[in-house]
């Protein structure tokens, strides 16, 4: 029988004092470990699609396989961010969790045969797209756990457990198909995730106070700064996620065999994920905003830096590089994600008053906006994959693919500027987003 906290009020003191810590901690630990094998699951393509020599497949198709997983994880990131809400946050930890059982299965089984049609193997990559949506409901699940005060980080923590995912998957996969063939890419994983989720039944809650209807928080898709925020996080997130999909193949393709691409791969995404929690922290002393406007300025400049290191002949050099990207895209992470629940709650405090209440219905609105706005910052790791696999095809090269990424960041940075650092104590959102919360 599903387990149900009625009594929930985490912004009391005394409650939470008491025994909301606890539980929220213990939530939290469980949330990061599901999230940790669902991103594991969602980027695992990246590794295989570089070990694929037998089956003869263009670097653009090899690319669609890496770039699958993208599109369909932030296309549920939308369905998922509602699922805590409608069922519980423990119910649907432990059905999302078990899903991933599937991709992880089928590609066990494919990659065994060598007459596998491309088609299945697109399918299959697209089914890996499940463990991407499991941050949305991670995320707005830990919401409602959480005081305001201790949201960013908590969220912090969470959402770096999980993006750390795909340094793990980077780390491991290497040694582990090295060491027992292809299929073991798949087949690592199942013990793991049965693990997960019979730690997120015993050891998780639901809670009451979570519940909502999806009506009332698809109300955040009608307010701008939802969309201003996506937009964003496709710099940030989408950058992070992208470049961390894409360098392996990416690297197969500009360097000969020789080169130590495979080995070294995981560093990027780990320095992303590690250095998240300072982007927040950064956020919160010197303001949101500015952080994510200076961040952009930096990614622009990272593109240009890997770009003519991509030129160079020298893999050391393109990969010290290209470690510029994943710090700024790992940093703008954080500044841009702490903004959410401040705005999201602010406004609702602005709207309803200082009650209980108002602080509840700006979680759910902040829950909600989460959802929408990681689903739609995902799709940055779908469109750099894809950019890569189109400038190879038309030019044989990825340069065009760094140009269109330089022309993007200049105009986040020119979007933050005009929205929250030009005049931003005209509006409460803009206050909010430039202020040291």
């Not at 045969?113 to 499991?134: H, K, M, Q, R």
């Not at 009608?222 to 690297?251: D, E, H, K, N, V």
């Not at 950064?282 to 990272?302: H, I, Q, S, Y």
């Not at 990825?398 to 200049?410: C, I, K, M, T």
Request: proline share 5%.
């Amino acid at each position: 029988m599903a387990r149900w906290i009625a009594d929930w009020h985490p912004d009391d003191p005394a409650f939470w004092a008491r025994s909301g810590r606890r539980v929220a901690r213990r939530n939290l630990i469980v949330s990061i470990v599901a999230e940790h094998l669902g991103f594991t699951v969602w980027t695992v393509w990246s590794i295989v699609a570089t070990r694929m020599g037998l089956y003869e497949f263009s670097t653009d198709q090899l690319f669609w396989l890496v770039a699958l997983p993208n599109l369909v994880g932030s296309v549920l990131r939308v369905p998922y961010t509602f699922g805590p809400a409608r069922f519980g946050g423990r119910t649907f930890t432990v059905v999302s969790a078990l899903l991933l059982l599937i991709p992880a299965a089928l590609l066990g089984v494919a990659v065994n045969d060598p007459g596998t049609p491309y088609w299945l193997f697109l399918v299959i990559a697209a089914l890996a797209g499940l463990g991407g949506g499991n941050f949305a409901s991670s995320m707005a699940n830990i919401t409602y756990f959480y005081p305001r005060d201790k949201q960013g980080v908590a969220l912090g923590l969470n959402a770096a457990g999980g993006n750390i995912g795909v340094s793990s998957v980077q780390l491991v996969m290497p040694l582990v198909i090295g060491s027992l063939g292809l299929a073991a890419a798949g087949w690592f994983w199942i013990p793991l995730i049965v693990v997960s989720a019979a730690c997120a039944w015993f050891f998780m809650d639901n809670l009451a106070s979570a519940r909502a209807e999806p009506r009332e928080q698809l109300a955040v898709a009608g307010r701008a700064q939802t969309w201003i925020m996506s937009f964003l996080y496709i710099g940030t997130f989408g950058s992070f996620i992208g470049y961390s999909t894409a360098f392996p193949l990416l690297s197969a393709n500009l360097f000969d065999s020789g080169a130590p691409y495979a080995a070294v791969a995981f560093i990027g995404p780990l320095i992303g994920s590690l250095v998240r929690p300072a982007g927040g922290w950064l956020a919160d002393r010197f303001g949101g905003a500015p952080v994510t406007l200076w961040n952009f300025a930096a990614m622009g400049g990272g593109v240009l830096l890997v770009w003519l290191a991509g030129t160079s002949g020298d893999f050391w050099l393109f990969f010290l590089a290209f470690q510029t990207l994943f710090l700024t895209a790992g940093i703008g992470n954080g500044s841009t994600y702490r903004m959410i629940p401040a705005i999201f709650q602010a406004k609702a405090v602005a709207e309803r008053g200082e009650s209980e209440q108002a602080l509840l219905y700006g979680k759910r609105q902040a829950s909600a906006a989460i959802g929408i706005i990681s689903a739609v910052g995902a799709l940055g790791g779908f469109l750099i994959n894809r950019a890569f696999g189109m400038s190879f095809a038309a030019a044989g090269t990825p340069a065009p693919a760094f140009l269109a990424f330089g022309a993007f960041y200049v105009s986040c940075a020119a979007l933050t500027w005009w929205c929250y650092t030009r005049k931003a104590g005209a509006s409460v959102i803009g206050s909010l987003a430039h202020a040291r919360v």
